[in-house]
């Protein structure tokens, strides 16, 4: 019987998947779109790793970050729920045990984390400008006609970049136009973008930070080696990217899982049948204070599974048919 430890990362662009085995190693990994659809992004990828994992396995833990890890949490059952810091951390610290910084950039997102010694000592997040992230990458990517997947080479392909303006998503694609109508070639302006994200990353979700190498750079915007080379040449240190980029926080969470159910604890794993599951979720304000607070409600087959929001604990459920 395989035993396995599940981590799952639910964000508003992507949803990942991993299975680990017992020595942390990754036996299957699911990259995939949550088009606005958690629930249905959550249930597809559990399905994708029960087919792939086959019918020989025990689920020995469960684990949930992202943005919707609470949503991950309850459809799951998992042992651990976890923030995107401490996830992405632990998995570095998987991967590159002595690593010091942590530059991550997801599709909405993007985060610096500062280990030392295995601990995380400080941290930044940018979830405002979009000229950080990987959907500014893929809408650019779209108006010059060069495939996401060959921007990373196309940026190499330059011998002269040209400076465009990064403070601002909207600031940016005005002068990329510009750019353009002026002759400069595609590459020396998709070279140019992968400099300006790389300066507004470091402006502000890395201003003030103490970066020292070991360095590691992970999420979706890893696969582009024009920004590694851009990072690279800002900070006149090298960079590893990771085997598994993209799922970090996914394996992350699935090692947190592992630690939550040490010393032989039963895991909350609601089964595979978890995604075949119909589930139902409501919200409603709640006016008992000022705060007017928005309460989230998760169903299934008519049973309240939890619910969340309140700032205090009045609406708090997550044991079934406790209301």
């Known amino acids: 019987m395989k035993k396995v430890f599940l981590g799952v990362d639910?964000?508003?662009?992507?949803?990942n998947f991993v299975a680990l085995d017992e020595n942390s190693k990754v036996l299957v990994k699911r990259y995939l779109r949550t088009k606005g659809q958690p629930?249905?992004?959550i249930q597809t990828g559990l399905r994708d790793v029960k087919d792939e994992l086959g019918e020989e396995v025990e689920v020995q833990g469960v684990g949930s970050t992202g943005s919707a890890r609470t949503l991950a949490g309850v459809i799951l059952g998992a042992d651990a729920v976890k923030n995107e810091i401490t996830a992405h951390a632990v998995a570095a610290s998987q991967q590159v045990p002595d690593v010091k910084t942590v530059l991550e950039i997801g599709g909405q997102d993007s985060k610096?984390?500062?280990l030392r010694e295995g601990v995380v000592v400080d941290f930044a997040m940018n979830t405002v400008c979009a000229a950080g992230t990987g959907s500014?990458?893929?809408?650019?990517?779209e108006r010059l006609g060069v495939p996401i997947e060959n921007f990373g080479d196309k940026a190499l392909q330059s011998d002269s970049p040209v400076r465009i303006a990064g403070r601002c998503s909207v600031f940016a694609e005005s002068d990329m136009i510009h750019k353009q109508q002026m002759g400069h070639e595609t590459e020396d302006i998709i070279r140019g973008l992968s400099e300006a994200l790389v300066r507004n990353y470091l402006n502000n979700v890395g201003k003030g930070k103490e970066i020292l190498e070991p360095l590691v750079f992970?999420?979706?915007?890893a696969a582009n080696n024009g920004i590694k080379a851009a990072f690279e040449q800002e900070l006149g240190m090298d960079i590893t990217v990771p085997e598994n980029f993209n799922v970090m926080g996914a394996i992350g969470s699935a090692i947190l899982a592992r630690d939550a159910v040490r010393d032989g604890k039963k895991t909350?794993?609601?089964g595979f049948e978890a995604s075949d599951l119909q589930y139902e979720a409501s919200s409603f304000e709640c006016s008992s204070c000022p705060n007017m607070c928005e309460i989230v409600n998760i169903k299934s087959e008519g049973e309240l599974l939890a619910r969340w929001g309140g700032r205090c604990e009045k609406w708090e459920v997550l044991e079934k048919n406790v209301i």
């Open 136 to 141: 500014f990458l893929d809408h650019q990517s």
């Open 10 to 15: 639910v964000g508003s662009v992507s949803t």
């Open 112 to 114: 610096i984390i500062i």
């Open 39 to 41: 629930i249905q992004a």
């Open 218 to 221: 992970q999420g979706g915007v």
């Open 268 to 270: 909350n794993f609601r």
